[in-house]
């Protein structure tokens, strides 16, 4: 059984800073990619942030600048540093460890695709 964990969530001001963190434990860990993706009110879950086992990385155009994805695969550990963040940042941030067929077309190969519950992300004045 594989379990993934996100932490980091929380009330920050705009313009303010968090990382997130998301960890994945037991086996087997065979994935290729960590994804970071969010659920704001009213909308669909979306990527905002993805990182290959080969170092690629890609990111929504709302967050390039201003978010970044890292991994230490030594600890099986993801990070998000959002950095001037905004009131439309605000939303439920998910940790994704898949297994991905076309990193550049986004599509992931099945059978390992575990997910966190989820870290609550509020900016606001």
């Known amino acids: 059984q594989v379990y993934v964990a996100e932490s980091g969530g929380g009330l920050v001001q705009p313009g303010g800073s968090l990382r997130l963190s998301c960890a994945a434990s037991g086996s087997p860990l065979n994935f290729n990619a960590w994804g970071w993706y969010r659920r704001a009110p009213g909308k669909q879950r979306e990527l905002v942030a993805a990182i290959a086992s080969g170092g690629g990385m890609k990111y929504a155009d709302s967050v390039k600048g201003r978010f970044t994805i890292s991994r230490d695969s030594t600890k099986n550990t993801a990070y998000l540093q959002m950095n001037s963040l905004k009131p439309e940042d605000t939303a439920v941030y998910y940790c994704?460890?898949?297994?991905?067929?076309?990193?550049?077309?986004?599509?992931?190969?099945?059978?390992?695709?575990?997910w966190g519950k989820g870290t609550l992300v509020t900016v606001s004045s």
């Open positions: 994704n460890a898949a297994l991905w067929s076309d990193w550049q077309r986004g599509r992931k190969a099945g059978g390992f695709d575990y």
